[in-house]
């Protein structure tokens, strides 16, 4: 078995090692300084790149080609072309140019653009990363790439990412110039916990909920949910241990590092990780993940679910984002061995404080989507404030540097804040809060706000930008100042006096902390609507400007596509759950009613003296429910047309959270009422219960 793994991983995949193979040596060179270093690729270099890659690929058994790349859904786009070219005698070569490697030019029409389009014509073209592999997969040889408008606008979620890595690089490299460090670059690692949930494709099948919007919109609580807490970690059932099995093989050849998989806290629910890497390539591998994830399933009879709350009343899904920033000789988030080294590690931490509370609504917006909604603060996730978890030992070395008071933390070390006396931490003593939505674990954090179907782009954009930001405020400081040590002392002190509010490390769960957050004065956005205008907030449009990571035009056209793609989201769901309600469930509950209404004249014409308490009790009860649903129905229709009607894009999201949500809660509660007396033979939907108990 393992000879096997180690024969397929990365099989797929035109990676270093087959470069170095099969690429002419100064070919290989100069492709390396553009991996490593950053260094533009000329197109001499990406014609011997993509000839040898054609040909790597063909071995493959690939056709085509595509550009893949994330439009503004966060989702993956591909279009494929063959690698077919006609030589004018009938038959015909396989050709693939450096050109066609290095840009390609989609027609962008039809996707979002929130108002780009409008600046710069719906054309827009794709660059290739050569940062993230190509591989093949279903016969395609697929070239990870950014996607911008033909004035430079990015239409995507990569072109950001990019530009962010590069800005944390830039003034990351400036602060270890400072400790005596020459380094050519600094990357951002990710690596992101997976969960997901898998039921089978015969329940799945027979709800229209599921199979338009991702989730249950109507279903009343099963008799057992996860109160016995015996799934999480608990034996993989045979169905779902051979998909994970084989789920392994296809990431392992695409070369996604797939690490850990376990049985998460709600029945049915699951958990992925992979070892983390460079942002770009973890992010392009996680979604590639998902794919892998969505196409295997129903060949074991399943079906996999990423949305983020697929299920009342039990668990829903999320990702962590676990984020550090490294060179390639050190992680900058280890605490070190000696003084010095720590000092470099409080530098860097402290800029991440300083960037999570200056930007926090920022890094909100980023986590913002329909269905996170009914995630953050739900019991089951972080709330909607953020908050830094830092582990009890690291508070108390930061609380004693900013309050200049001795450290009396586990080991013991009076410190008068001498870069000399700075104590050595150790580095396992981080207990895991599992309630903080930004926590210390270690030596990298771990953002557990992003839902399970989120493209983590923009939140490691946002962390990155901001993080740079603070880097850079420290650097023009330091730089300027002759007595470094000192200078690096009184300028953590201050970051963490200036931004301890951000700091908690108590129970993010609870009511008190809400309170106690607000009192603090930290931003509390609950929903989608409400948090995402930060996006174009003066403040955090000077901050993406600054770094170029992203124009005022392109914040404000993100901003329509998710204010838009909110709305949208729960239109349908409005839909849906009238179609459903009317043509499904009322008649269901008609049909039953009936049933009871001929069983009672049945049994009183045998005999007057016959009980017939029992049907009518529950003909009363589902009558009542019948006309409350008939009700709701009308109010819901009336909500989502009322909503729907609305050009502005503010005011019809808005709408549809104030208005739609509250009736689409209204009409659930009584179909969901009267599924719970309705005969189940009647019912058209399968339950909770069999849906997350009979797999
Ligand atoms: P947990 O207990 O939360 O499951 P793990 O330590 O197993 O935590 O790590 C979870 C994820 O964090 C894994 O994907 C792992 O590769 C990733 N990770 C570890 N170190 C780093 C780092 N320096 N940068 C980014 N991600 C990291
Ligand atoms: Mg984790």
């Given at each position: 078995?393992?000879?096997?793994?180690?024969?397929?991983?990365?099989?797929?995949?035109?990676?270093?090692h087959v470069m170095k193979e099969r690429l002419p040596s100064a070919t290989y060179k100069s492709l390396k300084d553009t991996l490593h270093?950053?260094?533009?690729?000329?197109?001499?270099?990406?014609?011997?790149?993509?000839?040898?890659?054609?040909?790597?690929?063909?071995?493959?058994?690939?056709?085509?080609?595509?550009?893949?790349?994330?439009?503004?859904?966060?989702?993956?786009?591909?279009?494929?072309?063959?690698?077919?070219?006609?030589?004018?005698?009938?038959?015909?070569?396989?050709?693939?140019?450096?050109?066609?490697?290095?840009?390609?030019?989609?027609?962008?029409?039809?996707?979002?653009?929130?108002?780009?389009?409008?600046?710069?014509?719906?054309?827009?073209?794709?660059?290739?990363?050569?940062?993230?592999?190509?591989?093949?997969?279903?016969?395609?040889?697929?070239?990870?790439?950014?996607?911008?408008?033909?004035?430079?606008?990015?239409?995507?979620?990569?072109?950001?990412?990019?530009?962010?890595?590069?800005?944390?690089?830039?003034?990351?490299?400036?602060?270890?110039?400072?400790?005596?460090?020459?380094?050519?670059?600094?990357?951002?690692?990710?690596?992101?916990?997976?969960?997901?949930?898998?039921?089978?494709?015969?329940?799945?099948?027979?709800?229209?909920?599921?199979?338009?919007?991702?989730?249950?919109?109507?279903?009343?609580?099963?008799?057992?949910?996860?109160?016995?807490?015996?799934?999480?970690?608990?034996?993989?059932?045979?169905?779902?241990?051979?998909?994970?099995?084989?789920?392994?093989?296809?990431?392992?050849?695409?070369?996604?590092?797939?690490?850990?998989?376990?049985?998460?806290?709600?029945?049915?629910?699951?958990?992925?990780?992979?070892?983390?890497?460079?942002?770009?390539?973890?992010?392009?591998?996680?979604?590639?993940?998902?794919?892998?994830?969505?196409?295997?399933?129903?060949?074991?009879?399943?079906?996999?679910?990423?949305?983020?709350?697929?299920?009342?009343?039990?668990?829903?899904?999320?990702?962590?984002?676990?984020?550090?920033?490294?060179?390639?000789?050190?992680?900058?988030?280890?605490?070190?061995?000696?003084?010095?080294?720590?000092?470099?590690?409080?530098?860097?931490?402290?800029?991440?404080?300083?960037?999570?509370?200056?930007?926090?609504?920022?890094?909100?917006?980023?986590?913002?989507?329909?269905?996170?909604?009914?995630?953050?603060?739900?019991?089951?996730?972080?709330?909607?404030?953020?908050?830094?978890?830092?582990?009890?030992?690291?508070?108390?070395?930061?609380?004693?540097?900013?309050?200049?008071?001795?450290?009396?933390?586990?080991?013991?070390?009076?410190?008068?804040?001498?870069?000399?006396?700075?104590?050595?931490?150790?580095?396992?003593?981080?207990?895991?809060?599992?309630?903080?939505?930004?926590?210390?674990?270690?030596?990298?954090?771990?953002?557990?706000?992003?839902?399970?179907?989120?493209?983590?782009?923009?939140?490691?954009?946002?962390?990155?930008?901001?993080?740079?930001?603070?880097?850079?405020?420290?650097?023009?400081?330091?730089?300027?100042?002759?007595?470094?040590?000192?200078?690096?002392?009184?300028?953590?002190?201050?970051?963490?006096?200036?931004?301890?509010?951000?700091?908690?490390?108590?129970?993010?769960?609870?009511?008190?902390?809400?309170?106690?957050?607000?009192?603090?004065?930290?931003?509390?956005?609950?929903?989608?609507?409400?948090?995402?205008?930060?996006?174009?907030?003066?403040?955090?449009?000077?901050?993406?400007?600054?770094?170029?990571?992203?124009?005022?035009?392109?914040?404000?056209?993100?901003?329509?596509?998710?204010?838009?793609?909110?709305?949208?989201?729960?239109?349908?769901?409005?839909?849906?759950?009238?179609?459903?309600?009317?043509?499904?469930?009322?008649?269901?509950?008609?049909?039953?009613?009936?049933?009871?209404?001929?069983?009672?004249?049945?049994?009183?014409?045998?005999?007057?003296?016959?009980?017939?308490?029992?049907?009518?009790?529950?003909?009363?009860?589902?009558?009542?429910?019948?006309?409350?649903?008939?009700d709701a129905i009308d109010a819901l229709a009336a909500a989502q047309q009322e909503a729907q009607k609305l050009g502005d894009m503010t005011?019809?999201?808005?709408?549809?959270?104030?208005?739609?949500?509250?009736?689409?809660?209204?009409?659930?509660?009584?179909?969901?009422?009267?599924?719970?007396?309705?005969?189940?033979?009647?019912?058209?939907?399968?339950?909770?219960?069999?849906?997350?108990?009979?797999?």
């Amino acid at each position: 078995m393992a000879a096997n793994v180690m024969e397929i991983y990365g099989s797929k995949v035109f990676n270093e090692h087959v470069m170095k193979e099969r690429l002419p040596s100064a070919t290989y060179k100069s492709l390396k300084d553009t991996l490593h270093k950053g260094a533009p690729l000329d197109i001499e270099v990406a014609n011997v790149v993509a000839s040898v890659m054609k040909r790597w690929a063909m071995e493959q058994g690939a056709t085509h080609f595509t550009h893949w790349f994330q439009p503004l859904t966060g989702a993956t786009s591909e279009k494929h072309d063959s690698f077919v070219s006609p030589v004018g005698d009938g038959t015909a070569i396989m050709e693939f140019s450096g050109k066609e490697l290095v840009r390609g030019e989609p027609d962008a029409s039809s996707f979002p653009s929130g108002g780009l389009r409008a600046t710069c014509e719906a054309r827009g073209y794709t660059a290739w990363d050569p940062t993230s592999y190509a591989f093949v997969k279903d016969d395609v040889l697929c070239i990870p790439t950014a996607f911008a408008s033909y004035t430079g606008e990015a239409l995507d979620k990569k072109t950001p990412l990019l530009r962010s890595m590069k800005a944390l690089s830039d003034q990351a490299r400036r602060i270890l110039k400072l400790f005596g460090k020459n380094v050519d670059y600094v990357s951002t690692t990710v690596g992101p916990e997976q969960e997901y949930f898998l039921i089978r494709k015969e329940d799945y099948e027979t709800r229209q909920d599921l199979i338009l919007t991702g989730r249950t919109l109507f279903g009343a609580p099963a008799a057992k949910g996860q109160e016995l807490e015996e799934h999480y970690f608990g034996t993989i059932r045979p169905r779902v241990s051979a998909f994970m099995k084989e789920l392994d093989d296809v990431l392992w050849e695409l070369g996604i590092p797939a690490k850990t998989k376990h049985n998460e806290v709600a029945p049915c629910q699951h958990e992925l990780a992979p070892i983390f890497d460079t942002t770009n390539v973890a992010i392009d591998h996680n979604l590639l993940t998902m794919e892998m994830m969505q196409k295997l399933a129903p060949k074991y009879g399943l079906v996999c679910l990423l949305h983020e709350k697929p299920f009342e009343g039990v668990n829903g899904s999320g990702k962590h984002n676990n984020w550090s920033m490294s060179t390639s000789k050190e992680n900058l988030l280890d605490p070190g061995d000696t003084p010095m080294e720590n000092l470099q590690f409080l530098v860097f931490l402290a800029a991440v404080i300083k960037a999570v509370d200056e930007y926090a609504d920022l890094l909100r917006t980023s986590v913002a989507t329909p269905g996170n909604d009914h995630r953050l603060g739900a019991n089951e996730a972080p709330p909607a404030i953020i908050s830094i978890f830092m582990g009890e030992e690291l508070e108390a070395v930061i609380d004693a540097i900013a309050s200049d008071s001795p450290y009396a933390g586990p080991v013991k070390v009076k410190m008068d804040l001498g870069v000399d006396v700075l104590p050595k931490f150790s580095k396992d003593t981080t207990d895991r809060n599992r309630t903080s939505p930004f926590a210390f674990t270690g030596n990298k954090f771990e953002f557990r706000m992003p839902g399970s179907h989120e493209n983590l782009s923009d939140a490691n954009t946002i962390l990155n930008t901001a993080v740079a930001k603070e880097l850079k405020g420290y650097a023009d400081e330091l730089e300027a100042s002759d007595d470094f040590p000192d200078s690096v002392i009184a300028l953590v002190k201050r970051t963490i006096r200036d931004h301890r509010r951000v700091i908690f490390n108590g129970d993010g769960y609870s009511h008190e902390w809400e309170l106690e957050a607000e009192r603090r004065g930290l931003p509390n956005k609950k929903y989608t609507p409400a948090a995402l205008p930060a996006l174009i907030d003066p403040k955090n449009i000077a901050l993406m400007e600054e770094f170029g990571v992203m124009t005022r035009v392109e914040m404000e056209s993100r901003y329509e596509v998710e204010m838009e793609h909110y709305a949208k989201i729960i239109n349908i769901e409005a839909l849906t759950m009238l179609e459903m309600a009317r043509k499904q469930l009322l008649p269901a509950i008609n049909r039953y009613m009936s049933e009871l209404a001929n069983t009672a004249a049945t049994k009183l014409a045998v005999s007057e003296s016959l009980s017939v308490r029992s049907e009518t009790k529950t003909l009363a009860q589902l009558s009542k429910d019948a006309d409350e649903m008939s009700d709701a129905i009308d109010a819901l229709a009336a909500a989502q047309q009322e909503a729907q009607k609305l050009g502005d894009m503010t005011a019809k999201a808005n709408t549809f959270h104030d208005k739609v949500l509250p009736c689409m809660e209204t009409l659930r509660a009584v179909a969901d009422d009267a599924e719970t007396v309705c005969g189940e033979e009647y019912w058209p939907l399968p339950s909770y219960s069999k849906m997350l108990h009979y797999v």
